[in-house]
């Protein structure tokens, strides 16, 4: 993570872990996982008389409530409605409302997500290849094929973006640019947005110079009946900074239906490069697949070799630049210098073989005369401790006087079935 604390964090409830990240990373933005919050709701509310009702109203304000006063305003109406003033469970969660409800915590990036996803990291990433009964030595080395999987499967879909693409719907510029920039997946997702503009009636609300504010009125199928539902956007004509009031883009990252919707009435036809985020793009090299891992012998190549090589250098000049501000904006301006230069140098099939020589003989030597055994994962060698085996437990005064009576008796015991 090149030294650098997470700015958000989603937990379940739990006390001991608030504290330690309020302690160990004071700047991240710490909420609670909504999934858990709901799953308690038939625990805690089964006692009321009304509780589908309780349990319905209580699912749309939590998720339906735009702004935060929204949310005050139906919280207060919905605890004097069924009388819930002494329930000390939705109390607590009122209390600690701004770590959970969506209206409080959408002001920060959280690529879409409100629950922990437990099912969608770190189980489905070990899904075939682990179980409760392998040993540490089989668990190393199904971690390796499941990290293979892993990139292989990105590869694929990456090869995929970049040599196909799905259709445009429509013809504005707008459209092509996310088309041209955004992984196949995340381009899916714009798309949703884009079609569902046309469900969106824009108004001009307020203008002040240079800020325009536009009233959106989104019609929402609920039942059999059409409502429409108003929301705010906001437009600087100086820069064309755009946002909304439901915040989507600060949420997920993706431009929401409002905000398309004005840019398309305003005939503003390209997004600001603000607006498309680094991590959806499909030309960006994951991180990941330089991990040192054995399964495609990454540390054993000529590439390998080099990028560990500069990535210890790299940590040296960098160690030397920490003892003051100074010296570190140097580095990071020299570092920016080379940067521009390696990409104005980049060859054809991506590597920078202008810069750097890849084909270092000490290396080829060293690292491709590495044998596949000098690799293999050994199982653990069990070694007896030396000298007495040690008691399962520590033995207290009483228990050695009992235990030394006990063998005293024994042995007058096998000496009188002796005579």
Not at 260 to 272: M, R, T, Y
Request: charged share 30%.
């Amino acid at each position: 993570m090149s030294s650098l604390a997470p700015t958000a964090i989603i937990t379940d409830q739990d006390k001991a872990m608030q504290k330690a990240i309020e302690v160990v990373f004071p700047t991240a933005r710490h909420r609670w996982c909504l999934g858990h919050i709901m799953k308690k709701l038939l625990e805690k509310l089964k006692s009321y008389k009304h509780y589908e009702d309780i349990k319905s109203v209580l699912q749309n304000i939590v998720y339906d409530s735009l702004t935060c006063g929204d949310f005050e305003d139906r919280w207060n109406e919905f605890i004097n409605l069924y009388d819930l003033h002494t329930n000390e469970w939705l109390l607590g969660l009122y209390d600690e409302r701004r770590r959970q409800v969506p209206a409080f915590v959408k002001d920060t990036f959280w690529a879409g997500m409100s629950t922990t996803q437990r099912s969608e990291s770190m189980h489905a990433f070990f899904d075939g290849y682990v179980n409760s009964k392998i040993t540490l030595k089989q668990f190393v080395e199904q971690y390796e094929n499941a990290l293979r999987d892993k990139v292989e499967k990105e590869s694929h879909v990456d090869f995929i973006s970049f040599n196909s693409c799905i259709p445009r719907m429509t013809h504005y510029p707008l459209e092509k640019q996310f088309q041209e920039a955004y992984t196949t997946e995340k381009f899916k997702d714009f798309q949703q947005e884009l079609s569902a503009n046309l469900y969106c009636e824009v108004s001009l609300h307020k203008e002040n110079f240079p800020c325009l504010e536009f009233t959106v009125g989104e019609n929402i199928m609920v039942g059999n009946t059409i409502t429409t539902i108003p929301f705010t956007v906001l437009l600087k004509e100086t820069d064309f900074e755009i946002n909304c009031n439901c915040r989507l883009f600060e949420f997920k990252g993706i431009l929401c239906r409002r905000v398309i919707a004005v840019l398309i009435h305003k005939k503003i036809f390209f997004a600001l490069d603000k607006y498309i985020l680094m991590r959806w793009r499909k030309d960006v090299i994951r991180c990941h697949t330089k991990v040192k891992i054995g399964y495609d012998n990454w540390s054993i190549k000529p590439k390998g070799h080099q990028f560990d090589k500069m990535c210890n250098s790299f940590y040296e000049v960098a160690h030397l630049a920490t003892s003051n501000d100074d010296k570190c904006n140097i580095v990071l301006e020299m570092i920016n210098d080379l940067k521009m230069k390696l990409i104005s140098y980049e060859g054809d099939d991506g590597s920078i073989q202008h810069i750097i020589n890849l084909s270092d003989d000490t290396a080829d030597k060293n690292f491709h005369g590495a044998s596949k055994e000098n690799r293999k994962i050994l199982t653990l060698m069990v070694v007896r401790s030396k000298g007495r085996p040690p008691f399962k437990r520590k033995q207290s005064k009483v228990d050695q006087v009992i235990q030394k009576e006990n063998k005293i008796n024994q042995g007058q015991n096998l000496i009188l079935k002796k005579q």
